[in-house]
């Protein structure tokens, strides 16, 4: 399972009301993905780990609650036990899984739920929530003029 296939699923995690931000950089630091939930005004952060030693190695992750809601690392079914994963912080297991043409799909199974650590009706929160978006406003207004840019070959 690579980086990318839990990406994919975490794509889906977000729903309707949010949005997805993989390699989110805040200050000095960079998160895997952020799902911004605009219908509760949360930012939910992901640390992903696809290698046993890359989660021994790498602790800092605690520190992205200066930017996020709720924190949880994401991993291959198994790689990571729920003992390990200090409160707040939560566990996602992606279980490998296939759609009907033989595709990566991936079942997300929550093995230790994150709790939410800041308080969503403090100004210093909807604050930080606030410069979280005009960050990544520009990047997502570039993406959606890719998007609406005719692909070569194809006539509309």
Same mark, same amino acid.
């Given at each position: 399972?690579?980086?990318?296939?839990?990406h994919?699923?975490?794509?889906?995690?977000?729903?309707?009301?949010? #949005? $997805?931000?993989?390699?989110?950089?805040w /200050?000095g $630091?960079?998160?895997d993905?952020?799902?911004?939930?605009i219908?509760? @005004?949360? #930012? @939910? /952060?992901?640390?992903?780990?696809?290698?046993?030693?890359?989660?021994? @190695?790498?602790?800092?992750?605690?520190? $992205?609650t200066?930017? *996020?809601?709720?924190?949880s690392?994401? *991993? =291959?079914?198994?790689?990571?036990?729920p003992?390990?994963?200090?409160? !707040?912080?939560?566990?996602?297991? #992606?279980?490998?899984?296939?759609? $009907?043409?033989?595709?990566?799909? /991936?079942? =997300?199974?929550?093995?230790?739920?994150?709790?939410?650590?800041q308080?969503?009706?403090?100004?210093?929160?909807?604050?930080?929530?606030? @410069?979280?978006?005009e960050?990544?406003? !520009?990047?997502?207004? #570039?993406?959606l003029?890719?998007?609406?840019?005719p692909? =070569?070959?194809?006539r509309?």
């Open positions: 399972m690579t980086v990318s296939d839990i994919n699923v975490l794509t889906r995690i977000g729903g309707f009301k949010g #949005i $997805y931000v993989p390699e989110f950089t /200050g $630091y960079r998160i993905a952020i799902v911004i939930d219908q509760h @005004r949360w #930012i @939910r /952060g992901f640390e992903i780990k696809t290698r046993r030693n890359d989660f021994t @190695r790498d602790q800092k992750f605690t520190e $992205y200066q930017f *996020c809601s709720s924190l690392v994401v *991993c =291959p079914d198994g790689l990571i036990h003992e390990e994963i200090e409160k !707040p912080i939560g566990l996602l297991w #992606i279980r490998e899984d296939r759609n $009907y043409r033989g595709e990566f799909w /991936g079942l =997300p199974k929550w093995k230790k739920k994150p709790q939410n650590f308080k969503r009706n403090s100004l210093a929160w909807l604050w930080t929530y606030v @410069r979280v978006m960050l990544e406003m !520009p990047r997502m207004q #570039i993406e003029t890719r998007l609406k840019q692909t =070569p070959g194809l509309g």
